[in-house]
């Protein structure tokens, strides 16, 4: 039982030095905290911008069958629309305001009506090729959704759709759970790391080695210091994503321990980065550098099975895909892989172990060699 204790108070008392260190250096604590947040706000910022084609539609006729069109265009997901004469059209398009510039004849509805051919102008911005294509399938679509409604025995053809999911999920819902994993990353990786790190510069880890207390009862504590500092930056990121978003999870508890876990791997990785470069700054521009092309490669704005082969096969080896995968499905009820919340589980538990393992050994052989 003493050594139990013994083993406890070991634990307290370099998690307790690590916070205190970590809330004298205000600035950087802010940063770490704030970071997350920002990636946030710019992804989501991005995807307002360009997830649908600014649009001005031009409507020389207001009859029924116009607004008909008008309605199947802002049904096709593609477009946003905005109503304008013919010359501010013209210059909205000039000035690159907006991508395209679609007009409806002053004779549409007299032509529909006495089934006459219609020509529909379409003006595009062909800049933009994912806009331009964009445009380019969503026109005919809304054309054939019109005359779905419009006329249905003209066409009799229609698709039927079969959705997988019970709900659509847009951009930033999907993108704010992956983000809140991203937060978990930064945030774990800065504060184990800088911890870390900073007991080379100021020359206090062979001292604490040296010491009485067991090694994993240091690294425990050490860990356990950088997870309670993480916190702040995760439930910050968390009140942005429930509470602005309006993202909640279908599955409290499992979102609960799927980030408790989470950060469990990214705080022994960013332990592991302190132990081996031994100074702060280059493990501050590793967490900040790593962090976005591990972001964009994992899954982070849909299923990495969409994606080639090769970065299927990238995605798999970080944890952070097996992460983003497990809030989906807390927030979501998506399942990402075939190997579902428990292969999730176990291969971030398995990346949390061999993590805490490998940064036991660098802490060891960096203090014989310090």
Sequence with gaps: MSAIVQHLRVIWACAKKD????????AFTFVSVIVPVNFLILMSLLFIAGSNAPTAVVMLDQGPRAQQLYEAMGAAHSFR?????ADEANALLDEGKIVAVVTIPADFDARVDTNQPVQIGVQINNLNTDFTNDIRRAIPL??????????????????????????DTDYIPYLS???IVIGIMVGGVLQAGIATAKEWENGTIKELLLSPGSRWAIMVGKMLGACALNLAAVALVLAVVIGVVGVRPAHWGEAIWATLLTMLVFVAYGTLLGALLKRRQPVAALALGLSMPIFFLSGSFGPISFDTPAVQTIARLFPFYYAIALQQHAFHGFDLNTIGVAGDT???GAYALALFAAAALALQRGAVEH
Aim: hydrophobic share 45%; proline share 7%.
């Design 142 to 167: 809304s054309i054939t959704s019109f005359y779905a409604q419009a006329d249905p025995n003209l066409v009799t053809v229609t698709p039927r759709e079969i959705d997988w999911h019970p709900q």
């Design 346 to 348: 176990l291969a971030l």
């Design 177 to 179: 759970v992956s983000i």
């Design 81 to 85: 629309l905005r109503v304008a004469g």
């Design 19 to 26: 916070v205190r260190s970590a809330l004298t250096e205000r």
